[in-house]
T-cell receptor, first 111, second 113 residues
């Protein structure tokens, strides 16, 4: 099976930078997804990392280290609308590549 | 274009009843997934379809749960003899192919009294 660990809750200030970490233990790792989910809404795709390194997409960046079983999502210039749950999900090879989700990190952005 | 749609948005039923939840994926998406999400948890995988066939149903909790996708598009998740523990948000997602980015629907909130 897979074990995915991320902090339950984080708080940050509008305009600041926040890093949400995700560690995982799995066999046959293929890639790692990050999704954003606002309360009462469906998850929306943010990023997918397969190779080591940092991928930047606007205010959001995602980093992966396969050897360390570690990823982080970096959010810059935080806005109030960034308050949401951030879900880390891992897909494995040899199967259906179906993502297994962590419990999510609830990010609260305050003025 | 239209995203993934799910009906109903809310369903309240009594313990022991049968329910059907419907998912309309994005047109052309061959892969369809069902998840269940409880409060404060991430989505929990239930079943995955590639075309008309259930390619992986390892996440279905027991034989009260069943899903179909007869024409490779719309899918229905069926729950027999519902129990209070089945209460959750049932999410459907589709992707162009297996392993691609998933697009989620708004979910069906099921409440079993």
């Amino acid at each position: 099976g897979q074990n995915i660990d991320q902090p339950t809750e984080m708080t940050a200030t509008e305009g600041a930078i926040v890093q949400i970490n995700c560690t995982y233990q799995t066999s046959g790792f293929n890639g790692l997804f990050w999704y954003q989910q606002h309360a009462g809404e469906a998850p929306t795709f943010l990023s997918y990392n397969v190779l080591d390194g940092l991928e930047e997409k606007g205010r959001f960046s995602s980093f992966l280290s396969r050897s360390k079983g570690y990823s982080y999502l970096l959010l810059k210039e935080l806005q109030m609308k960034d308050s949401a749950s951030y879900l880390c999900a891992v897909s494995i090879t040899g199967g259906s590549y179906i993502p297994t989700f962590g419990r999510g990190t609830s990010l609260i952005v305050h003025p | 274009g239209a995203g993934v749609s799910q009906t109903p948005s809310n369903k309240v039923t009594e313990k022991g009843k049968y329910v059907e939840l419907r998912c309309d994926p994005i047109s052309g998406h061959t892969a369809l997934y069902w998840y269940r999400q409880s409060l404060g948890q991430g989505p929990e995988f239930l079943i995955y379809f590639q075309g008309t066939g259930a390619a992986d149903d390892s996440g279905l909790p027991n034989d009260r749960f069943f899903a179909v996708r007869p024409e490779g598009s719309v899918s229905t998740l069926k729950i027999q003899r519902t129990e209070r523990g089945d209460s959750a948000v049932y999410l459907c997602a589709s992707s162009l192919q297996m392993g691609n980015e998933q697009f989620f629907g708004p979910g069906t909130r099921l409440t079993v009294l």
